[in-house]
């Protein structure tokens, strides 16, 4: 099973991508994961990712795809693996298309997970942060025991700048951008499922594991 998690920033793709690579025992695999994966290991391209990362600079789309070909080389994604975070632009997508043909394989579901930008803004306006643990809850879904104060250290809450609304609904705008060709380039494929994001976390996991149950992975060189 070889699935790609898509969604706009406070969708929840994160959970679900968790909870299916629970389901199937295949991976999980974030952006992050992998570029700190490369960079432990210490290869070729984790060493040119390290040199923009340190430096704060986006890491160009040629190094990504490199290290994304890295990771899906491993043992552990030989019966498949759930991205997250990847691809984001229509090289990516192409790359990644061209990655798996050479292996005589293709991306089976691409999960978008579709929620309003007024409910991601509601979502993500409320998280707030210790600033001693890091630990994180939300002024309505899950407030802290005691306004402002940490359940796990009694640490000061904040809000982070990146949650203010302001610098969400641009987040929101660029995503938007970024991910129009990305679903039209997967509805030609035929491989695009598009999930209402609303509800609870095992509600959306359900209708998510029903949509890919009946629509099996294509076994390829049949």
């Known amino acids: 099973m070889k699935l790609i998690m898509m969604g706009p920033p406070g969708a929840g793709k994160g959970t679900q991508a968790q909870m299916l690579a629970e389901r199937y025992s295949i991976p999980h695999i974030s952006t992050g994961d992998m570029f700190r994966e490369a960079v432990k290991q210490g290869s070729p391209m984790g060493a040119k990712a390290l040199e923009f990362m340190e430096k704060g600079a986006l ?22 693996f759930i991205l997250d975070g990847f691809p984001r632009t229509s090289a990516q997508a192409e790359a990644l298309d061209a990655c798996l043909a050479k292996r005589g394989d293709s991306i089976d579901h691409v999960i978008n997970i579709v929620v ?12 707030r942060t210790c600033r001693q643990c890091g630990w994180m809850c939300h002024v309505v879904f899950d407030p802290a025991r005691v306004k402002g104060i940490c359940d796990k250290c009694g640490g000061e809450l904040y809000q982070r700048p990146d949650d203010n ?23 030609r494929q035929g491989v695009l499922r598009s999930i209402p994001g609303q509800g609870s976390i095992e509600k959306i996991f359900d209708i998510i594991f029903e949509v890919v149950d009946r629509n099996p992975p294509i076994i390829h060189g049949e």
């Not at 309003?116 to 993500?124: G, T």
């Not at 302001?166 to 380039?185: F, G, S």
């Open 59 to 80: 890491i160009p789309d040629a190094i990504v795809i490199g290290i994304v070909e890295e990771r899906l080389g491993k043992n552990d994604c030989q019966k498949g």
């Open 116 to 127: 309003e930008d007024e409910e991601l803004v509601k979502r993500i306006a409320g998280r």
């Open 165 to 187: 609304e302001e610098t969400v609904q641009a987040r929101l705008r660029v995503y938007r951008e970024q991910t129009a060709p990305l679903i039209q380039h997967y509805q």
